[in-house]
């Protein structure tokens, strides 16, 4: 009982703070951190050099013109900390009040000096036991990208970058050759690719949930599985389809922090995030099926449980008048007084019920 009232948790519907100036830094979620938790990636080509810290003043220290810096901040929830960066690197205050709002939609604002990015990160946790069953975590993931740093926030510890810190910290790819527009592309394509593990997971689960149906006895949790999963998809759906908007127009953008040869990477992405959507779309059709397909099969169940209770209704309906005629005990009932009367009419009423069985085959209703 304790999973299937699970189901019925909804996320807060609020979007911003009530009754505050705009650009209030308010975090709004529910995943909090005792906290904040700051790792400094400092590369260029020749280069790397990685610092973990908890305390917000020690990024400052990471400023030099021939490197690039990303910071990540991982704990939104410790707001003081984020207005501190907000303030060093010049963010705009509705900017900070976006970064700590976890229902903020994805989306994409240019500035003078940086570009803003909100998306959402999705994936499995890799201590999950199967990923048809695991928990799916989503995760809200802001990006400022300037000349010479990148800065992601996140909610909490865990994500899906540790194959491009391995990338830079063993100089492999391109990744420590370019700017930072490409280590932008470089999260973007993190991120989307990992949208293709949970989809195909969604896949997984799909074929799992037809084959139960098809099963002689169906579990009966199986509507909750449904009506879960396609919870599960209208989250995917909200954090993927804003994506393909912010694409499309990173693509476009006439600014000088992406390069041209960048902006053809940023296309691929587009065409990638195109594709997930497609699969949601086919995907989303599917679960609903899955339901009708619940109904249709409760639905031809119940019919062969009618049929039969209508075939035994049947035979007897013509046995059951005969035995109410003979059962009136009228005095002018000559078969009453006949010695074989019994017998004979007994058997009238098996050759009765052999006569409806043989005619019931014959149409194969039975």
């Known amino acids: 009982m304790l999973k299937r009232k699970q189901l019925f948790l909804r996320r807060p519907k609020s979007t911003k703070a009530l009754n505050q100036v705009p650009g209030t830094v308010t975090y709004i979620g529910r995943k909090e951190s005792v906290e904040t938790r700051l790792e400094v990636i400092d ?32 704990g939104l929830n410790n707001t003081p900390e984020i207005e501190k960066l907000g303030k060093y690197y010049d963010l705009h205050p509705l900017i900070l009040e976006d970064i700590v709002n ?56 865990g994500d899906v970058f540790e194959g491009i810190r391995d990338r830079l910290a ?29 989809i195909d997971s969604i ?23 449904i009506q879960e999963l396609k ?53 989303r059709e599917m679960t609903w099926g899955l339901m009708d397909m619940y109904m249709t099969t409760i639905s031809n169940k119940m019919n062969e449980v009618m049929k039969v209770l209508t075939i035994i209704a049947t035979i007897f309906i013509p046995l059951t008048f005969i035995a109410g005629i003979y059962g009136m005990n009228f005095e002018n009932m000559p078969e009453l007084e006949w010695e074989y009367g019994y017998f004979v009419l007994l058997g009238i009423m098996i050759l009765i019920f052999i006569m409806m069985i043989y005619y019931f085959r014959r149409k194969r209703w039975i």
Not at 51 to 67: C, G, L, Q, V, W
Not at 203 to 225: H, M, R, V
């Open 231 to 283: 919870r599960t998809i209208l989250r995917i759906r909200r954090a993927v389809f804003p994506l393909r908007e912010v694409l499309s127009r990173l693509e476009k953008l006439d600014n000088d922090l992406i390069d041209d040869k960048t902006g053809n990477y940023f296309r691929d992405l587009y065409d990638h995030i195109i594709q997930v959507s497609e699969n949601i779309d086919i995907y």
């Open 43 to 74: 590369y260029n080509k020749e280069s790397f050099e990685r610092y973990i810290s908890t305390n917000p003043e020690d990024a400052f220290n990471f400023e030099d013109d021939d490197k690039n810096t990303w910071i990540n901040i991982n």
């Open 102 to 157: 976890t229902n903020q939609r994805p989306k994409v604002d240019e500035f003078q000096d940086y570009i803003f990015l909100v998306v959402k990160m999705l994936y499995y946790p890799k201590d999950s036991a199967q990923k048809t069953n695991g928990t799916l975590v989503n995760e809200h993931i802001s990006i400022a990208v300037g000349k010479d740093y990148v800065l992601t926030f996140q909610e909490a510890d």
């Open 170 to 198: 063993n100089a492999k790819g391109r990744i420590r050759n370019h700017g930072t527009d490409y280590l932008l592309f470089s999260l973007l394509d993190a991120i989307i690719d990992q949208y293709f593990e949970v």
């Open 203 to 225: 896949g997984d689960k799909i074929e799992l949930l037809e084959d139960n149906l098809f099963q002689a006895q169906p579990s009966d949790d199986i509507t909750f599985e």
